[in-house]
């Protein structure tokens, strides 16, 4: 499979904590973003990261990529209950002449007030 | 606003009847996708389409067909579905594909739920 993958699966924090959730992948990229995701709704982009780019940060998140390590981890700071979702990494595939985004398989954020 | 639509949001329906799922982009994007989402599986690619009248298959293409025929519509069709397309269905789109790659944020519909009985 091509899937890339999160780590934790499932993350349970308090309001105001911390929570760091990483991503591996498989093949070499051109950027890699991170998206959430509110129970069974549509995803909803957080930020994108260039290859060559190794931290970004945007409000709360910060995210950095180590492509020698083929992987990626987003920390929110002072987590919220809003920010109760799950949260997938993607990677723009282009393999055999396609062309997709590859989807981790997520972790599932909850923060408890 | 923005927006990728589908619809409906939620299907439920019998095994063998037709059926479409429509997804309109009021953006201009030339790149549109489908995904579905099952449990423990992720999201993967079903069909894409790069502009009007480009499509090609994703991951897992089989039962299912698409159309581009305008750039801002690509419905999903599904000529006999079976139980095993019961899932969460998604349509996203982009501007373009570049030489750098899809190196912008995708913009997803709110998913249509499907199920087979």
């Known amino acids: 499979s091509q899937q890339g993958e999160e780590d934790p699966q499932a993350l349970s924090i308090q309001e105001g904590e911390n929570a760091t959730m990483n991503c591996s992948y498989k093949?070499?990229?051109?950027?890699l973003q991170w998206y959430r995701q509110n129970s069974g709704r549509g995803l909803v982009h957080l930020i994108l990261?260039?290859?060559?780019?190794r931290e970004k940060h945007s409000g709360r998140l910060r995210v950095t990529l180590d492509t020698s390590k083929k992987s990626s981890s987003l920390l929110i700071t002072a987590s919220r209950a809003a920010d109760t979702a799950s949260y997938f990494c993607?990677?723009?595939?282009?393999?055999?002449?396609?062309?997709?985004?590859?989807f981790g398989t997520g972790t599932r954020l909850k923060v408890l007030a | 606003e923005a927006q990728v639509t589908q619809n409906p949001r939620y299907l439920i329906t019998v095994t063998g009847k037709k059926l479409t799922v429509t997804c309109s982009q009021n953006?201009?994007?030339?790149?549109m996708s489908w995904y579905r989402q099952d449990p423990g599986l992720g999201l993967r690619q079903i069909y894409y389409?790069?502009?009007?009248?480009?499509?090609d298959k994703g991951d897992v293409p089989e039962g299912y067909k698409v159309s581009r025929k305008e750039k801002r519509n690509f419905p999903l069709i599904l000529e006999s579905p079976s139980p095993n397309q019961t899932s969460l269905y998604f349509c996203?789109?982009?501007?373009?594909?570049?030489?750098?790659?899809?190196?912008?944020?995708?913009?997803f519909g709110q998913g249509t739920r499907l199920t087979v009985v």
């Open positions: 993607a990677t723009d595939g282009r393999t055999s002449g396609t062309y997709k985004y590859i």
């Open positions: 093949t070499s990229i051109n950027n």
């Open positions: 990261i260039r290859s060559n780019e």
């Open positions: 953006m201009n994007h030339e790149y």
């Open positions: 389409s790069m502009n009007v009248e480009v499509t």
């Open positions: 996203a789109s982009i501007p373009r594909v570049t030489g750098e790659g899809m190196n912008t944020e995708a913009f």
